[in-house]
């Protein structure tokens, strides 16, 4: 079974700083993977998808990805209130044929004003 | 990004009654469709993968009788919760590759079920 792993948390930051999140996934021939956000009550939106190994910037948003280690990470800069949300590691995998995003069990972050 | 859509938002029904929720691409063709369920507090389930034009794949433990998919069109999935039950309530959700072959998902709105 292919998995993807993160910590529960939740993580508590106070408001502007750096919000530090982690996943690490079991499919070594992953090559796509994503970082989602869900707010409480509401669906997933993606954030960030990335590719290759390295940095991939957007706004307050960094993915880094590490193949060799199989760990891919979001960090957040400037953290806003309006951040507090459980995040979702994703990675898109082969499973019996099919193409699907396997995802962690999430990741819930609290942004204190 | 690509639109998926569903529908209703919220529906509350009677014990041993049916209830189908569909799933909408909007500005693009889905030969594939997803559906996961979330209970309070707990993590995405995959329930099924859903293919226009030929029956649906179940994960394990989901049962295919109670829980029928149906893909008939590019743009439509549905989902329908057959002699619903208590402990079927739930939000479930479906999602969509996002199209021109992009690997990215896009998740559709949600549908809140509570059966009572």
């Known amino acids: 079974q292919k998995e993807v792993e993160q910590n529960s948390g939740p993580l508590s930051v106070p408001e502007g700083a750096i919000a530090s999140l982690n996943c690490t996934y079991s499919?070594?021939?992953?090559?796509?993977f994503f970082w989602y956000r869900q707010y409480s009550g509401k669906s997933p939106e993606l954030i960030m998808s990335?590719?290759?190994?390295g940095d991939k910037e957007d706004g307050r948003f960094t993915a880094q990805l590490n193949k060799a280690s199989q760990y891919v990470s979001l960090l957040i800069r400037d953290s806003q209130p309006s951040d507090s949300a459980t995040y979702l590691c994703?990675?898109?995998?082969?499973?019996?044929?099919?193409?699907?995003?396997?995802f962690g069990k999430g990741t819930k972050l609290t942004v204190n004003p | 990004g690509a639109v998926v859509s569903q529908h209703p938002s919220r529906v509350i029904c009677k014990s041993g009654t049916s209830v189908k929720i569909e799933c909408r691409s909007l500005?693009?063709?889905?030969?594939?469709m997803f559906w996961y369920r979330q209970f309070p507090k707990q993590s995405l389930m995959l329930m099924a993968t859903?293919?226009?034009?030929?029956?649906?794949?179940?994960e394990q433990g989901v049962e295919k009788d109670k829980f029928l998919i149906n893909h008939a069109s590019l743009t439509l999935s549905t989902l329908t919760v057959t002699s619903a039950h208590p402990e079927d309530s739930s939000f479930y959700i479906c999602?969509?590759?996002?199209?021109?072959?992009?690997?990215?998902?896009?998740f559709g709105p949600g549908t809140r079920l509570t059966v009572l």
């Open positions: 500005d693009f063709q889905a030969t594939t």
């Open positions: 859903s293919n226009e034009g030929s029956k649906a794949t179940y």
């Open positions: 994703a990675v898109r995998t082969d499973q019996g044929g099919s193409e699907k995003l396997v």
């Open positions: 499919d070594r021939v992953s090559q796509s």
């Open positions: 990335i590719y290759s190994n």
């Open positions: 999602s969509a590759w996002g199209w021109g072959g992009t690997d990215t998902q896009y």
